[in-house]
């Protein structure tokens, strides 16, 4: 609390002196009352009422004038956010339980945590198999992107395969409006480019013109462990021949400023991710403000309301006819 015309609140006991209401006042002194009651009309004790709430009106009024204002505090974060695409391999492979409980549930449950922590970052999600689409355009709004990808499986893209070319131009038309000044994709898959009319390394190309840094994860060892139904219904585990063209991630990393890593186990993919998190570290200023709401209007409304009620009473309501 303070008050911005402070010394107004000098004039509160020249207030007080003025209408105390047993202040004593010259007048003329008579032998007897009866003369006085022989003048017409007097005043009882409850006059006095009105006088003190004259003087309470009076009072708050100064105070009204004096400006109180009440101090509110307030943090303002200035966020100068970043701007990703997360691009997720969906393909069937994905479905290979070297992680647990697979690679793709594995994968969504770290961008997940990496996703909480990027306060103040549009995020976007992209997913892609034999064919890539975006499943959330760029958005502050995480709880969205995290309910779309906690929904993803490998049924979410209807062609199998593995177009990664495909995956990084859908990501680029999503930055190519941004007026971010960073701009990053994050590229998680666990196979070689076998489908998609874009070729990866022009696709990087594009995104090196565009100043958009891309960060690979290569997923899992070369070995595939996938569920397959039997005859009878009953899933067996097969292993199959698999692996990624660790070449190609390179060379898409290293072309638009990113980085390449292998991630073999569930641990060592949070721990690539945790590294992206911390060499993408969005820019905000933090700081406390002081705001002050201004008090007088409903004291001096206050004040009016009893200056009224006192002039009522002291003039009109407590006189009495002898």
């Known amino acids: 609390m303070r008050f911005a015309s402070g010394w107004f609140l000098l004039l509160i006991p020249a207030a007080v002196y003025l209408f105390w209401p047993n202040r004593r006042r010259a007048g003329l002194k008579f032998s007897s009352v009866k003369l006085l ?62 992680f647990s409980p697979n690679r793709l549930e594995a994968a969504k449950r770290t961008i997940d945590d990496f996703i909480r922590r ?5 995020i976007s999600l992209v997913i892609f198999a034999g064919e890539a689409y975006t499943r959330i355009p760029l958005t ?9 990808l906690a929904g993803v499986s490998t049924e979410s893209v209807s062609q199998d395969g593995t177009a990664i070319g495909m995956a990084i131009a859908v990501g680029l038309n999503r930055l190519k409006k941004s007026d ?23 696709a ?9 840094r891309i960060y690979t994860i290569g997923v899992g060892s070369d070995r595939l462990i996938l569920p397959v139904q039997n005859v009878f219904g009953q899933i067996q585990y097969r292993q199959f021949e698999g692996g990624f063209n660790e070449a190609l991630l390179q060379q898409i990393a290293e072309s638009t400023g990113g980085q390449y890593y292998r991630a073999l186990d569930p641990k060592g993919l949070e ?8 060499l993408e570290k969005t820019e905000f200023t933090d700081y406390n403000y002081r705001e002050y709401r201004e008090l007088a209007f409903p004291i ?21 006819i002898p």
């Not at 502050?140 to 779309?148: C, F, I, K, N």
């Not at 990087?204 to 958009?212: D, W």
């Open 204 to 212: 990087s190309n594009l995104a090196e013109e565009m100043g958009i």
């Open 271 to 278: 721990q690539i991710l945790t590294t992206i998190d911390q």
């Open 37 to 98: 009651r022989r003048e017409g009309r007097t005043k009882t004790i409850k006059h006095k009422i009105g006088k003190i709430l004259i003087l309470a009106g009076v009072i708050l009024a100064i105070v009204g004038l004096a400006r109180p204002q009440s101090a509110e505090r307030g943090d303002v974060i200035h966020y100068r956010g970043i701007d990703i695409v997360m691009i997720l391999d969906v393909s069937g492979s994905m479905q290979s339980v070297d």
């Open 300 to 320: 001096i409304k206050a004040a009016l309301l009893l200056l009224v009620a006192g002039v009522f009473l002291d003039k009109y309501y407590y006189l009495q």
């Open 180 to 202: 971010a000044a960073s701009k990053i994709m994050i590229l998680v898959t666990d196979g070689e480019n076998n489908a998609g009319a874009i070729d990866p390394v022009t």
């Open 140 to 148: 502050l709004d995480h709880s969205v992107v995290r309910e779309s």
């Open 118 to 122: 990027r306060a103040g970052d549009r």
